[in-house]
């Protein structure tokens, strides 16, 4: 049923990360390390999962976990349910989990698993079915100690919910750390919702002091009104920064005088609709290009690339999406100039809270939303300082991403350092 990849079965260098890691080689902090130790995942586990349906009829699942790095911790990463995932994209989103973690310095390796499903055209129980297949099969290769999963594109709680309770029926003990986004009923952490939008949050207003900038009435767009995008723009209203676009995947809003996001949040709860407002009706491609002080685009991924970015006016760029901005475009705006703090820094509130979540699992005592989110920003704010010091003390041009990747490469080959696996 699975199917771990063997060395000469066929290149297994991560193109993708190859290419993202030539880019800081030369920075002074890694002179003299082997990053070639970083170009290809630890293990490539793939498996079709087979799912009896509603109807008697039996459906095959393919399913991937990319397990990257292990030199500092348990890997983690999430599981995504979409109909177009593929190994190479779980490929290149594990190792940026490992890099994710390293940057924020939380104990933890990378990894990533994907199904290939489009979940809406399945039943509650045909969904519940395969989310309990996925741990059948992949159960040996995942653990506390191991390898930790969690929620990702078109996954949940509810998901997360059946997966741990699969891992212990099969186990035969309780195990509450082996999955990370559960309801907090059953070992979830208080805050793990909203985490995400929170982490960004305090990675911008430390960005913005960093600019010598005052953040109210800094213009922000923001393409997504999902889970991150809403939560942001409520958290960055109450901040004093003045949302004056968001927008979801029907289009968007503008009002150059700041919306209103308190009352647009309650609207969108109960219709999901932001057209509801009485605002300038804006498409995402108009959004991606206003000008504005700060652009978030907290959607999917590719949604800044070499096609639209020479239209792209914002004064900087805070990536809460995953790989929203293309290689291609991310070089054209550095050559511009323009600030694009990345992913890997700015949406890992989400992993950390998911930390605090395993912490808590493990010593088995629970924190309030309080004390999580005191410690949520503890981490975030600094982990954008260390990233600050490194773009400081680099010589040149360095990005904010590569000032990023250079430290979390730095701290993820100082572990393969202490465990004898890298010659200076």
């Keep these: 049923m699975t199917k771990d990849q063997l060395p000469g079965e066929k290149d297994t260098m991560c193109e993708f990360c190859s290419v993202e890691l030539d880019k800081v080689a030369n920075a002074e902090a890694l002179t003299g390390r082997n990053l070639g130790l970083l170009k290809r995942p630890e293990k490539r586990i793939n498996a079709n999962l087979p799912v009896k349906m509603d109807d008697g009829s039996v459906e095959v699942f393919p399913s991937f976990r990319i397990q990257y790095n292990d030199a500092r911790g348990p890997m983690k990463g999430g599981i ?209 290009t206003m000008d504005v002080d700060v652009l978030i685009p907290a959607a999917i991924e590719d949604q800044i690339t070499g096609e639209n970015v020479e239209d792209v006016e914002a004064d900087a760029i805070l990536e809460m999406a995953n790989g929203p901005i293309t290689p291609e475009a991310d070089d054209y705006l550095a050559e511009k100039g323009v600030p694009a703090i990345p992913d890997i820094l700015a949406n890992a509130g989400g992993v950390t809270v998911s930390y605090f979540e395993w912490v808590q699992n493990i010593a088995n005592e629970y924190w309030d939303e309080e004390e999580v989110n005191r410690k949520l920003e503890e981490h975030m704010r600094d982990a954008f300082r260390e990233v600050r010091k490194v773009k400081e003390s680099e010589p040149g041009d360095t990005t904010w991403r590569e000032a990023a990747y250079i430290k979390s490469v730095e701290r993820v080959l100082e572990a393969e350092d202490y465990r004898g696996n890298v010659s200076e």
């Design 80 to 288: 995504r349910f979409h109909p177009m995932v593929g190994e190479e994209e779980v490929e290149q989103l594990a190792f940026l989990m490992a890099l994710k973690c390293a940057v924020v310095d939380i104990p933890y390796g990378g990894a990533k698993g994907g199904v290939v499903v489009d979940p809406s055209e399945l039943s509650e129980a045909e969904l519940e079915r395969l989310s309990r297949k996925y741990i059948e099969t992949y159960h040996e290769h995942i653990g506390p100690e191991k390898d930790i999963p969690a929620p990702d594109v078109n996954t949940n709680s509810k998901i997360m919910a059946w997966m741990m309770d699969e891992y212990e029926r099969i186990e035969g003990e309780k195990s509450p750390g082996v999955i990370t986004g559960k309801p907090p009923k059953i070992g979830g952490s208080e805050g793990r919702e909203y985490a995400t939008s929170l982490g960004g949050a305090f990675v911008l207003e430390e960005f913005v002091k960093h600019q010598d900038l005052d953040k109210e009435g800094l213009k922000v767009a923001i393409q997504g009104f999902g889970n991150v995008g809403s939560h942001l723009a409520r958290f960055l209203h109450e901040r004093g920064f003045d949302i004056v676009a968001v927008s979801d995947v029907a289009g968007g809003i503008h009002d150059p005088e700041g919306i209103d996001i308190s009352r647009l949040f309650d609207l969108y709860e109960e219709n999901g609709d932001l057209f509801e407002m009485d605002a300038e009706e804006i498409t995402n491609e108009e959004l991606l």
